[in-house]
Every structure is written in C-alpha cells, then in structure tokens.
C-alpha cells in the first residue's frame, strides 16, 4: 500500500498558502529547474513518460494532449484550467486552491512554459468567491517576487494568469461550454471537431486541464517523469486526490496512491474510516455523480473475484454491466438506509436542472426521467414505467453534443440494471412510499446485497 503524499505532502504546514512559507518549503524549483534546465519538449516528454491521467473526470494522458497543441506562428496559445468542480460529490480541486493556491500557480507557470503559452486562466466557478480571492493574492505575491510577469528568471519567458469566475452553471465544466464562457457568452457546449487543440480559445489553440492534472506536473519535474510512474499501478500512475462523503466516517478529502483496494479506502482508519453509525455499506458512486453506482458486492470485488482497486482501470473492469469509472474521485457512500430510487431522483433533477437545452434527448429526455423517478419515487408508479425510464436513458447516451447527456443517462441505467428490485418494491408497497419527508417519499427497501 502507497501512503505516498505528493500534492498534499506539506498541507499541514502552518501558513503554507502563502508565498513566504511555500518557498521555505521547497516551493518554484520545478520553475527554475524547467526554465533554466529543460526544454519545452522535453517537459512535454517528462509527463508523457510520468503516465499522468487528466484529473478532470475522462483519465485522457496529458503528456499526449499536450502534443497535440497546435503551433501555427504568429498566434498566442492558452492553457485554462479548469476549477469549475461542480459534480456533485466532487471537492478535491477547491481543498487543493484553498490551501496550496501556490502548487496550482507553479504548475501553471511550468506547463504555460512547456506549452508556449503567454497568457492562461483560472476559470473557477462562481460558488468559490473565497478561493477566488485566495487565488488572486497568491497571484500577486507570486509576481512580486518575479515568478509571473515579464522575463521570469531572466529567461525571457513571459507568463500572466488571470482567474475568471463563472456564474455557476456546471455545463461550464465541460471545456467547450467554459471556452465559450470565458469569451463572455452564454455557456453551450460546442460541437467537436474542432477541438480547444485547434480551435479553442477566441479560436487560438488551447488546452483545458483540471486543477489536480496542472499541480502534478510540479512533482513530475521535480522528481522525473519515471519517478511518478513508480507508483500505482500499470495505467494508473502516480497519486490521485479523492473527494470521499456520504456514509462514512471521515468525509474529506485524501491523496492515494493507485495501488490501494476499494475495500482499505474504505475500511481502513487512514481513509475514510468505515461506515457510519455501525451501519453496513450498501452502495458506492466512486467517481462523481455521473458514473455508475456499484452495489457492495461489485465494488469490493469484481465478476472475476479480484480485489477492485482505486485505479482507473480496476474500477472500470467489467464495463458499466459490473464496474464504474474512477470519473472526478467524487467517492459517494451509500449505507443500508439509503433509498436508490429517491437518490436517483435527486441526480436526475440536478441534470435536468443543468442541461443547456441545445440538444432535445438531453433536454427533453432529462425532464422525462426526473418526472418518472419521483412518480415512483412517491408510489405511484407502474411497472412500465421502469422500462420508459430504461427506453429513455438509452435514446440520450451517445446522441447528444456534449457528455452531459451521457452523464445523466448512466445513474439512472446503472440504478436500474442493480437495484431493479427496489424500483419493484417502490411500486408494489405504494402505501410505504407515502412516508414523507419534505415532499419526496424516504423508504429504502431492505435488501440482500449489503456488506
Ligand atoms: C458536464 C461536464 C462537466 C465537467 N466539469 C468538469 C469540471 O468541473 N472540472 C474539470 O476539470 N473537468 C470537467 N469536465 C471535463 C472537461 O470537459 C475536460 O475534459 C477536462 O477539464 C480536461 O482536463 P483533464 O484532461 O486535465 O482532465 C466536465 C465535463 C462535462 C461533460
Ligand atoms: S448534452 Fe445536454 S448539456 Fe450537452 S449540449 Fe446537449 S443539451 Fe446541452
């Protein structure tokens, strides 16, 4: 088991949100060393060999969106990162700019270098006034001090980072809706090709990177790509910051390294602590609300009866028939008093609530699933009505613009394909449905599959 910490290694430190005590840390060496030492290349080439994984949800390597940057003369480049973090159950990315608003800003100024950008942004949504503001001071004491501005390090290379806030849409988490935001529109998704690679930014070639994804590369260069690859396992390189809640014992968030079971994540008291209240766990969505729920029993092992580990690949083994994805690390823990079908409703009511409406089997087919779960939901269900809802995620998944779609189509297939039994007993025991609370029946039917 890996306890390395590499983001989070100085988080207790006293006062190390700011520039005096990040530096007395050990903080900008991986600028010096890249701006005086490495090419920009050869920065590309030390994240292509560390494995690193985009952090922002679809696990793409990084090394190799870089490279796909385009480079015509005579036109600025953008890097934008993205700090959106809306997915419900995802919290990582606001506890790392809170406390180390300087890890994110040398990360930053180190892949702008690598990338041949002048200019980037901080695109973070509107509910982060606070850490907006933190962002803005560590800005500009990190200029003061040279680390941004004009000529860093006598180099020649220029860097600025503005921080932008949203207005708290979180369809302006997916890269083309946050592009189209930042220039001061309204956040819809665009249709790709091009993609921000090519056409991105006032259609300038740019790269969107989650907040995690741009503070690894200051290990990477500081310790070598190689080192970083050294832990986790196989595709699943490095550390990974994880959001866990629910029923647990100890919400917050934790630094693993990919080599480490489900079942430790859980359990063990470094981690999350066990399951609340003496309770039993009974369901997990292990990577924010938009992938797969996994009942107990498919998410501490496989079909094939391995061990299901915290990597990317473990936790997606077995497709969305019996696994998940490792998505944003939003880690939500259901224990055996939670209703699926009532938790279902309330998912598919926030992606109805954020759909932008361009495209109709989002637009229209969200509406549809939030009004069916809370009819049954509230008892008053039919048996068709499990197959409607069947019918309709599977008419959004794959045919709309962007993957919000997709991203309300899997709860709700996932919820059927395991729970079936509880959308049966929701419509066979109406008059248990009728427990209110707050207007939305809270019953969850006993079940076998508990741990
Ligand atoms: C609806 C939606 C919301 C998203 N929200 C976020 C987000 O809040 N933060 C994020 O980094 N990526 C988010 N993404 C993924 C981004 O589109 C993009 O893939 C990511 O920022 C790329 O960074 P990475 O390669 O470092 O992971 C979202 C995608 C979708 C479809
Ligand atoms: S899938 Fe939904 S959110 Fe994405 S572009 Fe279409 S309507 Fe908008």
């Not at 430190?13 to 060393?33: L, M, P």
């Not at 935001?181 to 969107?208: H, Q, Y």
């Not at 068709?384 to 998944?397: A, K, P, T």
Request: hydrophobic fraction near 35%.
């Amino acid at each position: 088991m890996s306890k390395t910490k590499l983001l989070l290694k100085n988080i207790d430190v006293e006062g190390i949100r700011f520039y005096e005590t990040y530096r007395r840390e050990g903080g900008y060496r991986s600028v010096e060393k890249a701006l005086k030492t490495m090419s920009p290349d050869g920065i590309v080439d030390e994240v292509k060999k560390s494995g690193l994984r985009g952090r922002g949800g679809a696990g793409f390597p990084t090394g190799l969106k870089w490279s796909f940057l385009a480079k015509p003369t005579g036109v600025p480049r953008y890097l934008v990162v993205n700090a959106d973090e809306s997915e419900p159950g995802t919290f990582k990315d606001r506890y790392l700019m809170e406390f180390l608003p300087h890890l994110l800003i040398e990360g930053i100024i180190v892949s702008s270098f690598a990338l041949g950008c002048n200019c980037s942004y901080i695109y973070i949504r509107g509910e982060y006034l606070w850490i907006a503001e933190i962002l803005e001071q560590a800005i500009s004491e990190a200029k003061n001090k040279g680390w941004l501005g004009k000529n860093i390090l006598g180099t020649g290379f220029d860097c600025e980072i503005h921080v932008q806030l949203g207005a708290g849409a979180y369809i302006c988490g997916e890269e083309t809706a946050l592009l189209e935001s930042l220039e001061g529109k309204r956040g819809n998704p665009r249709i790709k090709p091009p993609f921000p690679a090519v056409k991105g930014l006032w259609d300038c070639p740019t790269v969107v990177n989650n907040v995690e994804t741009i503070a690894a590369v200051v290990p990477i260069i500081n310790d070598g790509g190689y080192e970083y690859a050294k832990i986790g396992i196989g595709k699943s390189t490095g550390t990974k910051l994880i959001s866990a809640c629910g029923n647990i014992n100890k919400q917050g968030v934790y630094e693993i390294g990919m080599d480490i079971s489900v079942e430790e994540f859980i359990y063990s008291d470094e981690y999350c602590g066990g399951i609340a209240n003496g309770r039993k766990l009974k369901a997990c969505i292990p990577g924010g609300s938009s992938v797969p729920i996994l009942p107990a029993n498919l998410l501490l092992k496989t079909t094939k009866g391995e061990q299901r580990m915290m990597t990317y690949e473990s936790l997606s083994d077995g497709g969305f028939a019996t696994g998940s994805m490792m998505g944003s690390g939003g880690f939500i823990v259901l224990d055996d008093k939670q209703c699926v079908v009532k938790h279902t409703y309330t998912l598919a009511r926030f992606y109805r609530h954020e759909s932008c409406g361009q495209c109709s089997p989002c637009r229209e087919g969200t509406g549809w699933m939030e009004k069916i779960l809370l009819k049954i939901e509230n008892g008053k269900g039919n048996m068709s009505d499990i197959d409607l809802l069947w019918d309709i995620q599977r008419r959004i998944e794959g045919n709309t613009i962007c993957p919000l779609g997709d991203a309300a189509a899997w709860p709700v297939a996932a919820a059927i394909r395991h729970f079936r039994d509880e959308f049966e007993w929701h419509i066979t025991h109406p008059e248990m449905c009728l427990k209110k609370n707050f207007g939305i029946a809270n019953y969850a039917k006993p079940i076998e599959t508990v741990v």
